[in-house]
């Protein structure tokens, strides 16, 4: 019978990141490191170098001249969010070869960028918070899920069913027939990767938000972001009586529901720019 740590541990040889994200981390993380180790890390791998300047030179972030060297990208945006960034790419890059009849991955990475779009405008309307890295946690929240459907196709499938059937959260149909939840499995998957405790705990409570410790506020922008891509891909109008938002996640944030409708429109204008910024081929994803 697997856990959610075991169940991680078996997989892990098969979706370890890249050497030069490892680098990269490890340059960001050292004391004196200077803007120029990053740059000279990254350079060394033309096809993140091109999707980070792709990036950053688009609308997304909006400067207003070209970013046209990785140390000006560096400059403007700061280690932490290069780092983010190149996670992202190199994630995706990690699960480029999943193939399961039961999970769409195309579907599936439509709704996590839908998340992290999300995700991140909901940061920046709550003032003074960093907005990418709840973009690259909206983007990963449901990454356990690559892991369950990979090693138990079956059961995952039967998950999904009983969620149905019983008109409750997928989380909880996973616990009662796996001993476990795709949450805990993405939050464990960080953890092997030593991603930053945020991303972990971001990733594992989203589902749970009043669990959330140390990034109570990150956590539940993560949460209404999740909820509000539920509504979005099933075609749900957000309403007070239809986003099933933890009530004290508007308590943490600041937020209503009143500011969500703006926000879904902003989020629907950007979803297929931010889809061709992170997959170099539509189909690939």
């Given at each position: 019978?697997?856990?959610?740590?075991?169940?991680?541990?078996?997989?892990?040889e098969l979706i370890s990141l890249p050497d030069v994200y490892l680098q990269l981390r490890n340059v960001i993380y050292s004391p004196n490191t200077t803007m120029s180790d990053v740059a000279q890390i990254i350079v060394h791998d033309p096809a993140i170098t091109a999707r980070l300047l792709k990036i950053v030179n688009s609308s997304f972030f909006g400067f207003p001249s070209k970013v046209d060297t990785v140390t000006h990208a560096i400059n403007l945006l700061g280690t932490q969010q290069v780092h983010d960034l190149v996670l992202a790419t190199v994630v995706i890059d990690s699960f480029s070869g999943f193939a399961n009849d039961s999970l769409n991955i195309y579907d599936f990475w439509f709704n996590s960028v839908h998340c992290a779009v999300t995700a991140r405008l909901l940061a920046y309307y709550c003032e003074n918070l960093d907005t990418e890295r709840p973009f690259i946690a909206g983007l990963l929240h449901k990454i356990g899920h690559l892991i369950t459907y990979q090693a138990m196709p079956e059961k995952s499938c039967l998950a999904q069913?009983?969620?149905?059937?019983?008109?409750?959260?997928?989380?909880?149909?996973?616990?009662?027939?796996?001993?476990?939840?795709?949450?805990?499995?993405?939050?464990?998957?960080?953890?092997?990767?030593?991603?930053?405790?945020?991303?972990?705990?971001?990733?594992?409570?989203?589902?749970?938000?009043?669990?959330?410790?140390?990034?109570?506020?990150?956590?539940?922008?993560?949460?209404?972001?999740?909820?509000?891509?539920?509504?979005?891909?099933?075609?749900?109008?957000?309403?007070?009586?239809?986003?099933?938002?933890?009530?004290i996640c508007w308590e943490i944030t600041g937020l209503s529901v009143d500011d969500m409708a703006e926000i879904k429109s902003e989020v629907d204008l950007q979803i297929s720019m931010v889809m061709n910024l992170l997959f170099t081929h539509k189909k690939s994803a």
């Open positions: 019978m697997h856990t959610a740590q075991t169940l991680v541990r078996d997989s892990i069913q009983l969620a149905t059937q019983k008109n409750i959260d997928l989380y909880l149909a996973e616990r009662e027939l796996l001993g476990f939840d795709y949450a805990q499995v993405g939050a464990k998957l960080m953890h092997e990767w030593k991603l930053p405790s945020s991303l972990q705990e971001m990733t594992e409570f989203h589902i749970e938000p009043e669990k959330a410790t140390e990034f109570k506020l990150e956590t539940a922008i993560i949460h209404i972001a999740s909820v509000i891509t539920q509504n979005s891909i099933a075609q749900i109008p957000v309403s007070p009586e239809t986003l099933a938002v933890n009530p």
